[in-house]
Structures are given as C-alpha cells and as structure tokens.
C-alpha cells in the first residue's frame, strides 16, 4: 500500500516533541506501516526524522523555527496568533499540496492520512479526487473527510450523536486506536511511592481533583506537562515541568499509579496506555474512552465520587503490572497497524464492488479482537 502521511505545521514528526499526542500519531502511523511493508512518504516541516520511504519538507527550518519559537522540545505551540504564522500556514498549505501532486500517480492507489486540520486539512481537501484522503485518529470536535478514524467509540458516538441521522459513508468511520512503540516504555513492577499526573495543567483535565485525592489518601503527587502550576501548588506536589522521552519513561514506570481525572469526555487520553505499557495502574473517570481504555479493577480504577476516587488510591496494589502491560500491548504499532491495513483495504474496495467486495483471502476477523489480560 502506498500512504503519504501528514505532519503537522507547529512541530517537528520526532519523539522529541512527545508532549504533542498529534505529534507522536504522525511518528508512530510511518514507523507502524513502514515496519508493515508498506510505502509511506512524510511531509512535514524541516528537521523532522520520520521512519519512512520518503521525507519530503515542505518548509525550512528558518521559516518555521521563525515563526514557531519552542523554549524547547518538550513544550509546543499551537497558536496561530500573528499575521507571521498565518502567513507561515498558508507556505505549509501550499507547499504541502504541490508536493502531494507531484507525487501522485492518477490512480486511487494512494491513502492520504491527515492527523490534524489548518492548512493540512486545506491541500488534503484539494487532492481528494485522486487519492483516499483519510483524517485520522480523529480526537476533536468539527472533523470534516468523507473518510474518518476516530480514536475511541466514545468520540465516534459524540460526533455521531452531533452530526444526526446515520447515513452510508459512516461504514467507513472505523474506530481504531492510538498505536504505540513498545519500545518508548520499560516495564517495571516494582513501583515507588508517588502518585502521577502527567498532561495539559487545565481545570478540564481534572488537575485540582488529583492534587485533592492526594492530599486526602497522603500521597506524593508529581505532576508533570505544560501548563502553569501555580493555581495546584501543594506541599505534597512536586512540579517537574514538560518531560522528553527519557523523563516520561522513568515517571510512568516507577509511579504506583497514573491519575486521569479528566472532566470531559477524554477522546482517549494516550498517557494512560503509555502508564500500563510501563506496567502502571491507572485511576481516571468513569466516562469517554477510558471506558475502552481500562479494565476497571484489572489495569486500574473508573471513579464517580471522591469516596470511589479515594477507594482506588488505597487498593492501587491490588492492581496486577503485568495485567496493564498486556493489556496496553492491544495499542502497540503490531496490532494497531493490522487494523489500519483492514481499513485501507476496505477503502481499496470502493474502487470495485464497494461495501459488497468479497476477499476469498478472508481466514479471520481479527482486526477488532483484543488480547485480554488472564485474572486469577
């Protein structure tokens, strides 16, 4: 199969930017098809170092690191705020465009995936007549292809229930989840004595909650991701600031528990795979994908009330490490590739017989069976 892959304009497609989820779906979407086999070309801005058949820049890196002036790799801008980075998004629009053109071949042989909108969105837009322009990973709200992978059921049933009536094209809304290099995480089963938040400091994404659940069980909570701290500072927490890939490791592996307490409904909340990857239970709400995402009582806790929450804290060692790593071995890139190769196939298909193409080469339906965890 062959695969262009869009990067994102406010980043550079490398782990060093692991604080940005989209980021790190456009890393691990090349390596996961690449290791598959398949043809993947990367357009992104210069600098970036994606595992992948062709690496096409479609800026400098003067004309983005002008624009997108990061005090490092472990803290991301989004903000298209200033007429230089509007100016700067239409470059990457443009650009992006004219090389997909050049690149392709006049037949629909060609699955285009957009992690993200703004000026991807716009030169996907203008190829989609000749190639399969798929957004996917979709984890936000006003997504717009005829083709969609959305990240959970929860947000595939929140885009659904917004858009009204089920209509045919919605065959091709798969879900399939974030994927993961297994690689990224140790696993450790001995943990220290700390609690984790590791995310956004937004009100949204429940902070106040975990510095309140930790100071209540008397646990030591470090938190760590952009944002500003000041309105969580405690005597019981520790702020250690955005983390890079090494950081991030060692928090998640040696934590007792990740605390997800988000009060939206979470499209998926990636750092609780990547806790149980590192063999760490997980407390969160009870709500959004963290219904798909953890095994209440296997790989951690789903809460509804402080007494829930508080519960959890006091049982966390119930929870079995290698439960959670095996578990979290449903999203590495191996098994999530498989479902996007099933996907491709299915929009392959179109081009003949559509929704009733047979494959005489069926032998499973495996794409969307998970391995479960043995509990005693």
């Not at 060609?110 to 979709?138: D, K, L, M, Y």
């Not at 990224?184 to 659940?213: E, I, N, P, Q």
């Not at 500003?228 to 600031?241: F, K, N």
Request: hydrophobic letters at 40%; one cysteine or more.
């Amino acid at each position: 199969m062959r695969v262009f892959v869009l990067g994102l304009p406010h980043t550079l497609t490398t782990p060093r930017f692991c604080s940005c989820a989209y980021t790190m779906k456009v890393w691990n979407l090349c390596r996961m098809l690449i290791d598959r086999g398949h043809e993947v070309i990367h357009f992104g801005n210069e600098g970036s170092d994606p595992v992948c058949s062709e690496n096409v820049a479609v800026t400098s890196h003067e004309q983005w690191s002008a624009v997108y002036q990061h005090p490092g790799t472990k803290y991301f801008d989004i903000a298209v705020d200033t007429p230089a980075k509007e100016a700067f998004h239409r470059h990457f629009a443009e650009s992006l465009e004219r090389e997909m053109r050049a690149r392709l071949t006049g037949t629909l042989d060609t699955v285009v995936c957009v992690p993200w909108g703004g000026p991807q969105r716009e030169a996907a837009v203008n190829i989609a007549s000749s190639a399969f322009v798929v957004e996917s990973g979709i984890g936000y709200l006003h997504s717009w292809a005829e083709f969609r992978v959305f990240e959970s059921y929860a947000w595939l049933h929140t885009t659904l229930g917004k858009e009204g009536l089920f209509q045919g094209q919605k065959w091709y809304w798969p879900v399939i989840p974030n994927a993961y290099d297994v690689s990224m995480f140790s696993f450790r089963a001995k943990k220290d004595d700390y609690f984790l938040y590791l995310g956004r400091l937004t009100l949204d994404k429940g902070v106040s909650l975990a510095v309140d659940l930790t100071r209540r069980t008397g646990r030591r909570l470090i938190m760590a991701g952009q944002g500003d701290p000041a309105p969580y500072r405690a005597d019981h927490v520790e702020y250690v600031g955005p983390v890079g890939v090494e950081e991030r490791r060692e928090l998640l592996s040696h934590a007792a528990a990740l605390i997800c307490p988000t009060y939206y409904v979470e499209p998926f909340g990636g750092v609780n795979v990547e806790a149980q990857l590192s063999g760490t239970p997980v407390i969160a709400t009870d709500y959004g994908a963290f219904t798909e995402t953890v095994l209440h009582g296997i790989t951690g806790y789903r809460c509804r009330t402080m007494e829930q929450f508080e519960y959890a804290a006091r049982h966390i060692d119930a929870i079995d490490p290698h439960a959670c790593r095996t578990w979290a071995m449903n999203y590495s890139l191996e098994r999530v590739g498989k479902m996007y190769e099933e996907y491709f196939q299915m929009l392959f298909d179109l081009a003949g017989e559509g929704f009733y193409a047979s494959r005489a080469e069926r032998r499973d339906l495996d794409w969307l069976r998970p391995r479960l965890p043995v509990v005693p």
